[in-house]
């Protein structure tokens, strides 16, 4: 099993900026994609930015390309994923999700992932 805790999160205004981050342990070696998801009151769960093993292969939903960037460092028995969010809008309120699979190729559904974190508030105010 892997367990996966984000931080990070918090309250700031428009433009403003933060990071979050997510720590996975347990069976981190079986650990390929991971990937940072997001769910805004009333809305569907959708996928933010994923990372390959690597990190050589990343995917941005269109809504916050160049503006989130997501790293990830692949300790000996911790992952480590990171979401560095710029420029924040309104928009972008929502509970941030880290989620992890044993699978490779950079997916972006949420029934592709099998490991998720208990998430993360993020509020932006205008």
């Known amino acids: 099993q892997v367990q996966l805790v984000e931080s990070g999160g918090g309250l700031v205004q428009a433009g403003g900026s933060l990071r979050l981050s997510c720590a996975a342990s347990g069976r981190t070696s079986s650990i390929l994609d991971m990937a940072w998801f997001r769910q805004a009151p009333g809305k569907e769960r959708e996928v933010v930015s994923v990372i390959s093993w690597s990190g050589g292969s990343t995917y941005y939903a269109d809504s916050v390309k160049g503006r989130f960037t997501i790293s990830r460092v692949n300790a000996k028995n911790t992952v480590y994923l990171h979401l560095q969010m710029n420029s924040l809008q309104p928009d972008d309120t929502a509970v941030y999700y880290c989620?992890?699979?044993?699978?490779?190729?950079?997916?972006?559904?949420?029934?592709?992932?099998?490991?998720w974190g208990q998430g993360t508030q993020v509020t932006v105010s205008s």
């Open positions: 989620a992890a699979r044993r699978f490779g190729g950079v997916a972006i559904r949420r029934d592709q992932y099998e490991y």
